[in-house]
T-cell receptor, first 113, second 111 residues
Framework: DQQVKQNSPSLSVQEGRISILNCDYT??????FLWYKKYPAEGPTFLIS?????DKNEDGRFTVFLNKSAKHLSLHIVPSQPGDSAVYFC????????????FGAGTTVTVRA | DVKVTQSSRYLVKRTGEKVFLECVQD?????MFWYRQDPGLGLRLIYF???????EKGDIPEGYSVSREKKERFSLILESASTNQTSMYLC??????????FGEGSWLTVV
């Protein structure tokens, strides 16, 4: 039973526009969340994270929002660029030192020129 | 830069064969992991190791075993490969916590 769900398998967005990726979780013990980005034929790379003590974390064009009451987080990419075309995985853990991450199924983002 | 190297990128094996997937990391990390990635299922943890000769089962250990004889090397073993083990396998390492570094992946096809 997946505890982290990304219900949109794909997203297509025009270059320069905002990409919004959503992620829901069911385990209320999760308190640390991460986003990973994966290009084809490469391993995932860490993108951004957020602790449950915050509701927003920003890093350049990437912002993650956390709504604990709704058990929902989202990743915003503004503006979207062609190099952002990749698969994005949401992951969650219990504490920032827990190396057992639960991953979502991923969302494939395609940025159109 | 952290380097996690999976020596075999693409393999085709027959049902019933024994398969070894090798992974080496060069950053002296304590923790190493094996995941598999399948469409619609994301990344699922097969096994992880927190020290030499130490291992713990992940979420889907059935049909797999692992070996960690040296700190830098973590092997995934399919004792008798089956078609439902056709997948992309990702090795990863971590110094601590959930800062995880992934290798490039090994595509295994079992026919």
């Amino acid at each position: 039973d997946q505890q982290v769900k990304q219900n949109s398998p794909s997203l297509s967005v025009q270059e320069g526009r905002i990409s919004i990726l959503n992620c829901d979780y069911t385990n209320s013990m999760f308190d640390y969340f991460l986003w990973y980005k994966k290009y084809p034929a490469e391993g995932p790379t860490f993108l951004i994270s957020i602790s449950s003590i915050k509701d927003k974390n920003e890093d350049g064009r990437f912002t993650v929002f956390l709504n604990k009451s709704a058990k929902h987080l989202s990743l915003h990419i503004v503006p979207s660029q062609p190099g952002d075309s990749a698969v994005y995985f949401c992951a969650a853990s219990i504490g920032s030192n827990d190396y057992k991450l639960s991953f979502g199924a991923g969302t494939t983002v395609t940025v159109r020129a | 830069d952290v380097k996690v190297t999976q020596s075999s990128r693409y393999l085709v094996k027959r049902t019933g064969e024994k398969v070894f997937l090798e992974c080496v990391q060069d950053m002296d990390h304590e923790n190493m992991f094996w995941y598999r990635q399948d469409p619609g299922l994301g990344l699922r943890l097969i096994y992880f190791s927190y020290d030499v000769k130490m291992k713990e089962k992940g979420d889907i250990p059935e049909g797999y075993s692992v070996s960690r004889e040296k700190k830098e090397r973590f092997s995934l073993i399919l004792e008798s490969a089956s078609t439902n083990q056709t997948s992309m396998y990702l090795c990863a390492s971590s110094p601590s916590g959930n800062t995880i570094y992934f290798g490039e992946g090994s595509w295994l096809t079992v026919v």
